[in-house]
């Protein structure tokens, strides 16, 4: 990512931001999950080779979590960014398990102004999320608010 501040203006239909490498470890599904989603299959290697997971697994929220983090990392962090109104798709399409390595893509589906609030404009995407197999783990999608740049230097 560069020092850029990505405005409203920036995105564009299509536009992909890599996400990721992530690998993930049994001690953060395990760290995660008894803060979180203290389940047996997520808290233990046994439990969840036991489940019908095949492994110790990371929670979805989790898997959410490291979906957030990587678009952070990718993108949000250098961003006009003024959060999201909601997340309206999120499925867990695999078991993330403990060794896995992650990666995957955001794209812009659409981006257009809000009527609503001049100098904020909202832009939707589409999130993949691959473990090292090639397998979708995780697909969302949701609209992200972002200030325009005529907003730069004025209070929000």
């Not at 001049?118 to 609209?143: A, L």
């Amino acid at each position: 990512m560069s020092d850029q501040i990505l405005a409203f203006e920036d995105f564009h239909p299509d536009q992909v931001f890599a996400l990721g490498p992530k690998t993930v470890t049994a001690e953060e599904i395990i760290e995660f999950a008894r803060e979180f989603d203290p389940q047996p299959m997520h808290l233990d290697e046994t439990a969840g080779r036991d489940s019908i997971l095949g492994g110790l697994a990371a929670s979805g929220w989790h898997t959410s979590a490291m979906l957030m983090r990587m678009m952070t990392d990718s993108f949000l962090i250098n961003s006009l960014s003024q959060g999201a109104p909601g997340v309206d798709v999120m499925e867990w399409r695999k078991p993330v398990l403990a060794g896995d390595t992650l990666a995957g893509r955001s794209t812009v589906v659409e981006a257009r102004p809000l009527r609503s609030r001049p100098g904020i404009g909202i832009v939707r995407f589409r999130h993949e999320i691959e473990n090292q197999k090639g397998q979708i783990v995780c697909f969302s999608e949701n609209s992200i608010m972002f200030s325009t740049r005529q907003t730069l230097g004025k209070a929000l």
